[in-house]
């Protein structure tokens, strides 16, 4: 028999993990729009992520990882342009005129497009009725969303910015799978950390040019940002771009991907409610029933997924008790029911 060596994840460390994720990610858009009061939107990104990228990548050389392979850099870089500048830079852009809690609702959408771009997989995702009208339920809640907005621009409810923020909310997530997909087909050397960073970095020097070509730079004045500001983009850089995504990828190493991909569902929540009761924005009935609409679409798309964890599980711990004593295995079998039980109340 085969013998397994695992290592025990201490409890605490994976809820503290999980709450770091689930919490600080759904705030990151509260504190971008506290922080476009006094930051211009491209300059903001670009301190925001060359800092945070500079300080992780400084961390993973310390650590001895090799940070300058040429074909990692450029696979970041083109990861990072699309995630970073593209999908983030629209979120930022549009938080000067829409609330954070719409654009969050917006963002919610992410893993609708990785199934609909992923298409070398389409043969394997789109075999499952449940992610077919996942999907399907996930459009008319952006339609849904959308539509109320188009039509608050005929009746001029909102102005013409908040209608093009809108639009260009379409767009950022796509952006954001795309650039996804491109990373994991291209794989890479360098672990995550060192790919995040120069994705950060490069990012970070993209939002430069895109400063100079909205004169940004003319209008700024560094000594008029509030210090409300600086807390947000201090925020941002340590929680938001370095914390979080240590805590994620450490969450991947320990714990299934399903279960880590529930963030998806706590994010825009969590945004929600930060944006409600700290910075008093109102959303209205359609939106908080176009977020339910999508969220059950995400529910849907990845219950196949859900469906795989526990059968690997329920085999995992079979194979174990197949040389334990009968009154062992019993035990062990009402061990492992209780197990999935747990599995399928935390799903």
Same mark, same amino acid.
């Given at each position: 028999?085969?013998?397994?060596?695992?290592?025990?994840?201490?409890?605490?460390?994976?809820?503290?993990?999980?709450?770091?994720?689930?919490?600080?990610?759904? %705030?990151?858009?509260?504190?971008?729009?506290?922080?476009?009061?006094?930051?211009?939107?491209?300059?903001?990104?670009?301190?925001? /992520?060359?800092?945070?990228?500079?300080?992780? &990548?400084?961390?993973?050389?310390?650590?001895?990882?090799?940070? /300058?392979?040429?074909?990692?850099?450029?696979?970041?870089?083109?990861?990072?342009?699309?995630?970073? $500048?593209?999908?983030?830079? #629209?979120?930022?852009?549009?938080?000067?005129?829409?609330?954070?809690?719409? *654009?969050?609702?917006?963002?919610?959408?992410?893993?609708?497009?990785? #199934?609909?771009?992923?298409?070398?997989?389409?043969?394997?995702?789109?075999?499952?009725?449940?992610?077919? &009208?996942?999907?399907?339920?996930?459009?008319?809640?952006?339609?849904?969303?959308?539509?109320?907005?188009?039509?608050?621009?005929?009746?001029?409810?909102?102005?013409?910015?908040?209608?093009?923020?809108?639009?260009?909310?379409?767009?950022?997530?796509?952006?954001?799978?795309?650039?996804?997909?491109?990373?994991?087909?291209?794989?890479?050397?360098?672990?995550?950390?060192?790919?995040?960073?120069?994705?950060?970095?490069?990012?970070?020097?993209? $939002?430069?040019?895109?400063?100079?070509?909205?004169?940004?730079?003319?209008?700024?004045?560094?000594?008029?940002?509030?210090?409300?500001?600086?807390?947000?983009?201090?925020?941002?850089?340590? $929680?938001?771009?370095?914390?979080? /995504?240590?805590?994620?990828?450490? &969450?991947?190493?320990?714990?299934?991907?399903?279960? *880590?991909?529930?963030?998806?569902?706590?994010?825009?929540?969590?945004?929600?409610?930060?944006?409600?009761?700290?910075?008093?924005?109102?959303?209205?009935? *359609?939106?908080?029933?176009?977020?339910?609409?999508?969220?059950?679409?995400?529910?849907?798309?990845?219950?196949?997924?859900?469906?795989?964890?526990?059968?690997?599980?329920?085999?995992?711990?079979?194979?174990?008790?197949?040389?334990?004593?009968?009154?062992? %295995?019993?035990?062990?079998?009402?061990?492992?029911?209780?197990?999935?039980?747990?599995?399928?109340?935390?799903?």
């Amino acid at each position: 028999m085969t013998t397994t060596t695992t290592t025990k994840t201490s409890p605490l460390l994976v809820i503290v993990a999980f709450a770091i994720v689930y919490v600080v990610w759904g %705030s990151t858009y509260f504190f971008i729009q506290m922080a476009v009061r006094g930051f211009p939107p491209m300059l903001m990104g670009a301190l925001r /992520f060359f800092t945070a990228g500079m300080l992780l &990548l400084g961390w993973c050389y310390i650590k001895g990882d090799k940070v /300058f392979a040429k074909r990692d850099i450029i696979t970041s870089g083109i990861c990072g342009l699309l995630t970073l $500048f593209v999908a983030t830079g #629209i979120v930022i852009w549009v938080e000067r005129n829409i609330p954070s809690a719409m *654009v969050a609702i917006m963002v919610s959408v992410n893993p609708i497009w990785f #199934i609909i771009l992923d298409r070398a997989n389409w043969r394997i995702n789109l075999k499952n009725k449940s992610t077919i &009208l996942g999907l399907i339920i996930g459009f008319a809640g952006i339609l849904l969303l959308f539509g109320e907005a188009f039509l608050k621009s005929i009746t001029s409810t909102i102005d013409h910015a908040q209608f093009t923020g809108s639009l260009l909310l379409l767009a950022g997530p796509i952006a954001w799978s795309a650039g996804s997909l491109y990373s994991k087909k291209r794989g890479g050397t360098a672990p995550a950390r060192v790919n995040t960073s120069w994705q950060m970095i490069i990012a970070g020097l993209a $939002f430069v040019p895109a400063a100079f070509i909205h004169q940004e730079f003319k209008e700024f004045d560094l000594a008029a940002v509030p210090m409300q500001s600086w807390m947000a983009i201090v925020y941002l850089i340590i $929680f938001g771009s370095i914390g979080a /995504f240590t805590a994620y990828v450490w &969450l991947l190493q320990v714990r299934p991907a399903t279960q *880590v991909s529930t963030h998806s569902y706590v994010n825009p929540v969590i945004a929600v409610l930060l944006g409600v009761c700290f910075a008093h924005e109102s959303i209205s009935a *359609v939106q908080v029933l176009g977020l339910i609409v999508i969220l059950f679409s995400v529910l849907l798309v990845n219950l196949s997924k859900y469906g795989k964890l526990k059968f690997k599980t329920s085999v995992i711990n079979i194979n174990e008790n197949i040389d334990k004593p009968d009154h062992l %295995s019993a035990v062990s079998e009402l061990k492992q029911i209780k197990a999935l039980a747990k599995i399928a109340y935390r799903i």
